[in-house]
């Protein structure tokens, strides 16, 4: 049902737990199924150089969470503005039509943490 890449994703989990003194934390959920993605970071010179999430929720939702650190970590924040959900899907390898809510908590995790991120001096 899930892609090698989903599952290596899922079973060793890159970029886990917090960042103490995060730049921005965000906290979202999925209401339709209940996920819980808490996504938190910290740059330097517009350049994210540590990301970190903690999840609640299916396969799916913890393979893509962890998906997005990869994309994240090391870039610059404007270039990771432009990050969508195909790449977190692409990370993973695809989910199935069923799963595909993951890459959008993903994605509408980093979006809301760009937000915070923008609102703060000098970032």
């Known amino acids: 049902m899930y892609s090698p890449r ?3 994703h899922f079973e060793n989990p890159r970029n886990a737990g917090d960042i103490e003194n995060a730049d921005a934390v965000v906290k979202i959920e999925n209401p339709a199924c209940g996920d819980v993605l808490q996504l938190a970071a910290r740059t330097i010179d517009g350049r994210v150089t ?11 939702a ?7 650190t990869v994309l ?44 915070q991120l923008e609102t703060q001096p000098g970032k």
């Open 62 to 68: 913890m393979a893509c969470a962890s998906a997005l």
């Open 50 to 60: 540590d990301v970190r999430f903690r999840a609640q929720g299916c396969v799916a």
């Open 72 to 115: 994240l970590k090391g870039k610059r924040i404007d270039e990771a503005r432009r990050l969508d959900r195909d790449e977190v899907l692409n990370e993973v390898g695809g989910l199935p039509e069923a799963s595909g809510h993951a890459a959008h908590l993903a994605v509408d995790a980093w979006r809301a943490l760009l937000k």
């Open 6 to 8: 989903v599952l290596d």
